[in-house]
């Protein structure tokens, strides 16, 4: 069974930098392409980042330039490094592969 676990979110100033972990078990990871998400009151969930199984990635286009996503197969775990963080990056972080989706961590950016 497919099991993303998210970690890292936390309530941070504008400004400021947050770095998520996602851990999966279930899947040969290194042969996975892997998303990030997120999801904000009153909104649909939208696609942040992806990372392929090869390393190419690609970004949300309000994102791009602050955020980046990594992958380390030896530890099974993709990363979301947010740097200069808005309060519009308020939201519920997912990773996702597979189909599969973690139970999602809570980024507030607030001052």
């Known amino acids: 069974q497919v099991q993303p676990v998210e970690s890292g979110g936390g309530l941070v100033q504008p400004g400021g930098s947050l770095r998520l972990s996602c851990l999966v078990s279930g899947i040969t990871f290194s042969m996975s392409a892997m998303g990030w998400y997120r999801q904000a009151p009153g909104k649909q969930r939208e696609l942040v980042a992806r990372i392929t199984f090869l390393g190419s990635t690609n970004y949300a286009d309000s994102v791009k330039g602050r955020f980046t996503i990594s992958r380390d197969n030896a530890k099974n775990t993709v990363y979301l490094q947010m740097n200069s963080l808005k309060p519009e990056d308020t939201a519920i972080y997912y990773c996702?592969?597979?189909?599969?989706w973690g139970q999602g961590t809570q980024v507030t950016v607030s001052s």
């Open positions: 996702s592969t597979q189909n599969s």
